[in-house]
């Protein structure tokens, strides 16, 4: 609204607009007690109280500026007091602004940007398509600011990390949003809104409008995922249920591919989840087994500092993907297609990859040959059960709705490997013990891939994809003990901490911060204060007496 004040006072227009609302507070204090009504910092929500009656009290101040100014264009003194005005509107604004950000998580700025923005681009869809260029120009100009916001508040966050394979894919992720996305989706704008605002109408591509719009949302999406990628599975709880409304844009004259069609008007992740209640239940199943293989790397990743140590940076990233990959068993998360489970799968791998090549060079600076093996034998079973993990889930199945019941006829991937490896593996007193069993196993453990069942495929889809996640997480957690072990617990004893420095950094996790002053309740301030009791002087022959005393006890 201030932009709009601007325009009226610099072309000198006398009578503002009839029936426009100058109440231009935009939304600030409401937002702001939302923002305090969720949030637990005491502190941080007086100041957003604080800073929105400021602004509450400055709004009528600023309308009453720009009314004088516009009623007098001529006065110097109006001029003047409109600037002083609008400079203290804009102080107190970022001062808000400030004050919520503190009380606000990155994790929740994050959802709540990549919502308005999908709300946007949506609006700026619409508006293409019927011609509005102001609500065009409007609402892709909302965009702009929004993206800039999240690129501001990302790389801020980034700094208080530091620098690893984490950062480095967040940064990337903002790179590619700042850089390429945005400049691609302001070029579409200007391109628009040049063809809707000439007076012959001028055809151009809505195709590659609707496409850079996407990609603004996409990059803004992938961006969170990045932020999320080390975060605890506790603190993902409440967001794995969370559905988000499928996203499709598509121009009509776009191709699909197969893995995007859906399947009677279904996604593949829904039609998981109309499965029979036998088959869930024997899902459900082997979801409790992955969640106590999942419970196990949470209690020795939760162990060590993430920053410096890239294996842990690692490891909770391949453990979130497998839990959304689980989650799709169960026709929930965010995986909605088998098109989303390839592509996860190939995230696995490459984070797999990654710990491979870290952990192989941990394992050639331990001195200790059979440390070193059964390392070397942890990363082989990795490398096995990301391959395992591929290959389940480009596992396809038609489904056919006849009559309101799906029927369900699997084709397997053609491939020999179809066995699933069952891991008995155990460490005893620092010796080894580990040994790699190979059987079929039955439909409850996860049967194998291209049995061409067609009553139970879909089921035996979903509990091979399991298998593989829980087999994988039990290697992980192996790796990352053995990698510690072997970084440690052999470098004093041979003497090599100063040959080779390590390739990791291995640092207990910091306790929570608590208060160093404890904060004393208010009804404490009004007690009594009282004199505190003399100190009783003991003399040393009388202590010494005592000692001995209690020694002879």
């Known amino acids: ?36 009504s969720i949030s637990n910092n005491e502190e941080g929500v007086k100041l957003v109280r604080m800073a929105a009656t400021q602004i509450d009290s400055l709004c009528p101040q600023v309308i009453n500026a720009a009314l004088t100014l516009a009623a007098r264009p001529q006065s110097k003194v109006a001029q003047d007091n409109m600037d002083v005005f609008k400079d203290q509107w804009e102080k107190q604004v970022r001062v808000l602004t400030e004050a919520v950000d503190d009380i606000t998580s990155v994790d929740d700025f994050l959802s709540v940007s990549e919502n308005h923005i999908l709300e946007d681009v949506n609006k700026c869809v619409i508006a293409l398509q019927e011609g509005d260029v102001d609500t065009l120009d409007r609402t892709a100009g909302a965009i702009r600011g929004r993206a800039a916001r999240v690129i501001h508040i990302i790389n801020a966050e980034m700094e208080n990390y530091e620098a690893g394979v984490y950062t480095e894919k967040v940064l990337e992720a903002t790179k590619l949003l700042s850089e390429t996305v945005m400049p691609r989706f302001a070029e579409q704008v200007e391109v628009a809104i040049e063809a809707l605002s000439a007076n ?40 794995s249920d969370f559905e988000q409304e499928d996203y499709d844009v598509r121009s009509r004259t776009s191709v699909q591919t197969e893995d995007d069609q859906l399947i009677a008007g279904q ?21 409790e087994i992955f969640h106590q293989e999942k419970s196990k790397l949470d209690a020795e990743v939760a162990k060590w500092d993430d920053s410096g140590n890239d ?30 489970v390839i592509n996860a799968a190939k ?35 990795i490398a096995l059960y990301c391959h395992q993990l591929n290959i389940c889930s480009k596992v396809k199945a038609e489904v056919q709705n006849l009559g309101g019941e799906l029927i369900v006829s699997g084709t397997g991937v053609q491939s020999t490997f179809t066995t699933f490896y069952e891991v008995d593996c155990d460490v005893i007193d620092g010796g080894r013990a580990s040994q790699l069993s190979t059987h079929l196993p039955t439909c409850a453990e996860g049967a194998p891939i291209g049995s061409g069942s067609s009553d139970s495929s879909m089921l035996d889809s979903a509990t091979s994809l399991i298998q593989a996640a829980k087999n994988l997480m039990n290697a992980v957690v192996l790796t990352v003990k053995a990698s510690y072990v072997a970084s ?16 990791v950094s291995w640092k207990m996790k910091a306790p929570e911060k608590k208060p160093l002053v404890k904060r004393e309740k208010p009804e404490e301030f009004q007690t009594r204060v009282r004199r505190g009791s003399q100190k009783k002087h003991i003399s040393p022959v009388q202590a010494l007496s005592e000692f001995k005393a209690m020694d002879s006890f």
């Open 311 to 340: 294996i842990i940076v690692l490891a909770k990233q391949m453990c979130m993907i497998m839990m959304e990959m689980t989650d799709f068993t169960r026709g929930k998360g965010p995986l909605k297609n088998t098109s989303d």
């Open 200 to 239: 012959v109408p001028q055809p151009f591509e809505e195709n590659e409008f609707i496409d850079a719009s996407r990609l603004v949302y996409d990059g803004v999406r992938d961006i969170r995922k990045a932020v999320l990628m080390i975060r605890t599975p506790e603190e993902l709880e409440d967001d």
């Open 488 to 503: 440690t617990k052999y470098q004093k004893v041979y003497g090599t901490a100063a040959v080779n420095s390590p390739v």
């Open 347 to 381: 995230k696995i791998a490459e984070a797999g990859s990654r710990m491979d090549k870290l952990a192989r060079a941990v394992a050639d600076q331990c001195p200790d040959s059979a440390c070193k093996q059964d390392l070397l034998a942890y990363l082989q079973r």
């Open 1 to 36: 609204p201030l932009l709009s004040f601007s325009f009226y006072l610099t072309f000198h227009i006398p009578i503002l607009p009839d029936g426009t609302d100058w109440s231009f507070d935009g939304g600030f204090v409401a937002v702001a007690n939302l923002a305090c």
């Open 267 to 287: 996604s593949a992740r829904a039609i998981m989840a109309q499965l029979p209640q036998e088959e869930k239940a024997k899902i459900a199943e082997q979801v």
